[in-house]
C-alpha cells in the first residue's frame, strides 16, 4: 500500500481509510455527520517516524482540521489531551500526569511498591510485579551512596512530591510547552540520560527528569531508563537536586517553586530545632547559626531559605486572599497578575522582617506569627479594595484598566515603599527599629482601620483613571526609579496617602 500522499488520495484510498476509522474524526472519535465536509490528513508526520502511506492517513472533521495547523492528527490529538490535563491547576507534577493518564485508561496503574529481594555490595536484587530481576550495584566517589541503572515499568513509578509531612524532593512543576515539546522530540530522538529516582518505602520515587517521562508517557511508553539511588542522604540530596537547578545549566525553577521548595525544607527543620531538648536558648538566630554548621551552608544560602519560609508561611495560609492571584512562574499572566518576584521586591521587602532575630522564640517578646498573622490581613485589604474586581477575562475595561496600572510589577515596587512610609507615620512608627519592622508587632483592629483607609487613598490615585495610552502607561513601562519620579511628580506621595489635597 505504497501510496504517496503528495497528491490527493483516490477515492478507493478514501474508502478503505474509511473502513478502518468509520466516519469519525480521528482527533476525539465524534462522528462527522453525512453534511458536513470529510477531509483526510497524517496521523503521523514522515518526520517523526509516520510512513506516507494510506494506513498513516484519518479522517478528520473541518473544524479539528483547521485547528491543527501544520500539526499531524496524532500530535494534535495529544495536545487537546494535554490542555485538558494541564486546565486542573498550575502545581501540576508527573503524580498528577499518572493519575491522569491512568482515569483515561491510558495506564492501568503507577506508584505500585517494588520489594528489594536481596542486596550486598556488588548487586541488588528486586521484585517488580511478581517478577525478580538483577541489577549491578555502583557507589557515588563522594557520598558512598549505592545506586543502580534498571528500565522499569510505569506501574512502579510515581513522583517525589511532599507527602505524609515529609518534603519530596521534586522540585519543580510540569510545564506544558517542555511536555508537548518533549512529546514531539522523542517520537524520532532517543532518550540521552535516564530518570533520577530514590527507593524510599518500597516506593520508585522520580525527582529529576519528569518532563523527560511525562512527555514518553503521552506517547505510549511504558517503560522507562532509571538511575536509582537505594540508601541516600534526601537532605543532601534534595539540596544537590536544587543546586542543580538553582545554580547551575539546568533548567531554572520559577521563583515560587524555589520559595515553595526551600521553605519547605526550612520548615521541617526548624520545627525539629524547635522541639530539640538541649540547653540552647532557641531563637530564630541561633536557628540560622545552627543550620549553617550542620549543613555545610554560606550565609547567603540559608537568608534564602529563612526568606522563602516567611513568604511560604504568609503565601500558604488559607485566609489570604490573594494567593489565588499569584502566578507559579516568572511572569504575570490575566489569570494570575502576581508573581513571586514581584511581592519579594514589593510587598516583602517593604513589610515584612527578613531576618532571623533574637527573641527567645518562647517568650512574650518573640512576635513572628502576629507578623504573619498581620501580613495575612494587609493583603486581604488590598484584595477588598483592589483586587477582588481583577478580572482575567476582560481586560478592557476601565476598572482592569486601573488594576493592570496599580499592579504592574515596577508600579507596586514603587508604591508599596511610599505606602510603608504612610503606614509608619499615621501609627507612630518613627525610630528605625520600628520602621525595619513593621508588623513585627501586635496590631488592633483600630491600626488596620487606619490601615484600611491609608490603602483607599492609593486605590483611589487619579492617575491609576486616566484614559488608555495616557502618559503614566508609557511611565511604567520604565525603570522603578523613573516611576518613583513620576509618582511623587504627579502628587503619590506619603502625604497624599495620609490625607493630604493632591
Known amino acids: 500500500m505504497g501510496r504517496w500522499l503528495k497528491r490527493q488520495i483516490s477515492e478507493d484510498e478514501k474508502k478503505r481509510v474509511l473502513e478502518v476509522h468509520g466516519r469519525k474524526c480521528f482527533i476525539n472519535n465524534h462522528e462527522i455527520g453525512e453534511d458536513e465536509n470529510l477531509q483526510f490528513d497524517h496521523i503521523k508526520a514522515f518526520a517523526q517516524g509516520g510512513e506516507s502511506e494510506v494506513d498513516n492517513i484519518a479522517p478528520v472533521c473541518e473544524t479539528h482540521n483547521k485547528q491543527k495547523g501544520q500539526l499531524p492528527l496524532y500530535d494534535f490529538r495529544v495536545k487537546l489531551m494535554m490542555n485538558e490535563f494541564f486546565e486542573k491547576g498550575d502545581t501540576l507534577t508527573l503524580q498528577d500526569e499518572l493519575q491522569y493518564l491512568k482515569e483515561k485508561k491510558k495506564i492501568e496503574e503507577f506508584g505500585l511498591p517494588v520489594h528489594i529481594?536481596?542486596?550486598n555490595e556488588e548487586e541488588v536484587e528486586i521484585e517488580v510485579k511478581n517478577k525478580v530481576s538483577k541489577f549491578p550495584l555502583n557507589k557515588c566517589k563522594t557520598t558512598g551512596w549505592s545506586y543502580f541503572y534498571a528500565t522499569l515499568p510505569v506501574e512502579v513509578l510515581n513522583s517525589d512530591d511532599d507527602k505524609d509531612n515529609e518534603v519530596g524532593l521534586q522540585p519543580r512543576y510540569l510545564i506544558f510547552d517542555k511536555v508537548f515539546n518533549l512529546f514531539r522530540h522523542f517520537q524520532s530522538h532517543p532518550v540521552l540520560q535516564p530518570s533520577i529516582c530514590r527507593f524510599h518505602k518500597n516506593k520508585v520515587l522520580v525527582f529529576d527528569g519528569q518532563h523527560k517521562i511525562a512527555g514518553l508517557l503521552w506517547d505510549g511508553r511504558k517503560s522507562f531508563e532509571l538511575k536509582i539511588y537505594l540508601d541516600c542522604d534526601p537532605d543532601l540530596l534534595n539540596?544537590?537536586?536544587?543546586?542543580?537547578?538553582?545554580?547551575?545549566?539546568?533548567?531554572?525553577?520559577?521563583?515560587?517553586?524555589?520559595?515553595?521548595?526551600?521553605?519547605s525544607q526550612f520548615?521541617?527543620?526548624?520545627?525539629?530545632?524547635?522541639?530539640?531538648?538541649?540547653?540552647?536558648?532557641?531563637?530564630?538566630a541561633s536557628f540560622v547559626k545552627f543550620l549553617r554548621e550542620k549543613d555545610k551552608l554560606t550565609k547567603g544560602d540559608v537568608n534564602k531559605r529563612f526568606r522563602s519560609f516567611l513568604y511560604n508561611s504568609v503565601l500558604d495560609d488559607d485566609e489570604n486572599?490573594?494567593?489565588?492571584?499569584?502566578?507559579?512562574?516568572?511572569?504575570?499572566?490575566?489569570e494570575r497578575p502576581l508573581t513571586m518576584d514581584m511581592l519579594e521586591k514589593s510587598l516583602f521587602i517593604n513589610f515584612l522582617y527578613r531576618e532571623p532575630v533574637e527573641h527567645e522564640m518562647t517568650s512574650a517578646s518573640y512576635l513572628r506569627e502576629e507578623e504573619i498573622k498581620n501580613m495575612i490581613q494587609f493583603c486581604n485589604i488590598l484584595d477588598e479594595e483592589a483586587l477582588h474586581a481583577w478580572s482575567s477575562e476582560d481586560q478592557t475595561n476601565s476598572r482592569q484598566l486601573k488594576l493592570n496600572r496599580m499592579f504592574r510589577s515596577k508600579s507596586i515596587m514603587s508604591w508599596a515603599e511610599i505606602l510603608k512610609g504612610a503606614i509608619c507615620a499615621t501609627l507612630d512608627m518613627h525610630d528605625d527599629d520600628d520602621r525595619v519592622k513593621p508588623f513585627y508587632r501586635k496590631l488592633s483592629d483600630t491600626d488596620f482601620d487606619k490601615i484600611r483607609k491609608i490603602i483607599r487613598r492609593l486605590v483611589d490615585y487619579k492617575l491609576w483613571d486616566s484614559p488608555d495610552k495616557s502618559e503614566i502607561d508609557r511611565v511604567l513601562a520604565d525603570n522603578k526609579s523613573a516611576v518613583k519620579d513620576f509618582f511623587r511628580a504627579?502628587?503619590?506621595?506619603?502625604?497624599?496617602?495620609?490625607?493630604?489635597?493632591e
Open 117 to 119: 529481594v536481596s542486596q
Open 239 to 263: 539540596k544537590t537536586n536544587i543546586d542543580a537547578h538553582d545554580k547551575f545549566a539546568q533548567t531554572r525553577f520559577y521563583s515560587s517553586i524555589m520559595v515553595a521548595k526551600l521553605g
Open 267 to 284: 520548615g521541617k527543620e526548624f520545627e525539629e530545632f524547635k522541639n530539640l531538648e538541649d540547653d540552647q536558648t532557641k531563637t530564630e
Open 321 to 334: 486572599k490573594i494567593s489565588r492571584l499569584i502566578n507559579k512562574g516568572n511572569r504575570g499572566s490575566a
Open 490 to 501: 504627579h502628587g503619590l506621595t506619603t502625604g497624599y496617602l495620609m490625607g493630604a489635597p
